[in-house]
């Protein structure tokens, strides 16, 4: 007992020097590690706060969408251009314009007959293999809508939809 005494007033007698045991210090490779796994987490938490907590009131608000009106353009029956060999295939198209707003319906239609031509003029020059697979029917899409708006100038619509499309 006397020794377990004598030991605790040896160390409280050191402390009062001043001389402290020596510690054990931390490696660099831990404080590294432990740095760099603070850094990953802080940013974790920041980039779900911003994905997940930030501004709500933008997502209820949600797009506005803005009606549209559509305008039925007279059916087409065209003749297509073939090789000389083969018998004459037809065409015929149903159309339907998808305009931004109804009031350019009227806008439209004086200009029905030039878009009209437009269509004719170049239906007759596809063959039947350009309307082949969906590739084929998309650019015919594309294609008759830029004439659309390239006839209808200033006004411009949103797309040509086809309501029927028989090649015969």
Do not use: C, H, W
């Amino acid at each position: 007992m006397a020794a377990k005494g004598k030991g605790a007033s040896a160390d409280e007698a050191d402390e009062a020097d001043g001389a402290a045991p020596p510690r054990k210090k931390l490696p660099l490779k831990l404080i590294v590690i432990a740095a760099a796994a603070l850094l990953v987490l802080g940013g974790g938490g920041a980039a779900a706060y911003m994905m997940f907590g930030g501004k709500k009131e933008e997502k209820a608000a949600g797009p506005v969408i803005k009606p549209v009106a559509f305008m039925d353009i007279p059916d087409l029956v065209v003749n297509l251009a073939g090789t000389g060999n083969e018998r004459t295939q037809y065409l015929k198209v149903r159309v339907v314009l998808e305009v931004p707003e109804q009031a350019m319906i009227a806008q439209i239609t004086p200009f029905l007959p030039r878009v009209m031509d437009a269509f004719q003029t170049y239906l007759r020059e596809l063959r039947p293999a350009d309307l082949e697979g969906s590739a084929g029917l998309y650019r015919l899409k594309e294609e008759l809508t830029r004439r659309v708006n390239a006839a209808i100038e200033p006004a411009r619509i949103n797309a040509v939809l086809f309501k029927e499309l028989v090649v015969q």
